[in-house]
C-alpha cells in the first residue's frame, strides 16, 4: 500500500521517450514499459524528491480544477502503478 505522506523519487533505471507527443516510460531494469496520459505524464513531471503523494495530488488539484477527493483518487492510482512497476520509491 502506497504510503501518500512520503516523499517519493523516481527510479534511475527509468528512461523517458516521447512518441507522438505521449510519454512512455521504460524501467531498463526490469523490462516493464508504461505509456502515460496527460495526468500521468504531469505527476511524472513532478516526482523529484521532495514531494508526496499528497503534494501531488493537491497540485493536481490546482492545475487541472477537479476536486480534491477526485484528484487524490487519480493520483493514488497513478502512483500505485508506478510504485507496483518500480518506476519509482520512497527518498530514503
Request: net charge negative.
Amino acid at each position: 500500500m502506497l504510503n501518500m505522506k512520503m516523499p517519493l523519487r523516481k527510479n534511475e533505471f527509468v528512461q523517458v521517450k516521447t512518441v507522438e507527443g505521449k510519454k512512455i516510460l521504460f524501467n531498463l531494469d526490469d523490462g516493464i514499459v508504461l505509456r502515460v496520459n496527460d495526468v500521468s505524464s504531469f505527476l511524472w513531471e513532478m516526482i523529484d524528491g521532495h514531494h508526496s503523494g499528497q503534494d501531488l495530488a493537491q497540485t493536481l488539484t490546482e492545475r487541472f480544477e477537479v476536486e480534491p477527493g477526485i484528484a487524490y483518487q487519480d493520483t493514488r492510482g497513478v502512483l500505485e502503478t508506478f510504485f507496483k512497476d518500480e518506476f519509482i520509491d520512497y527518498v530514503k
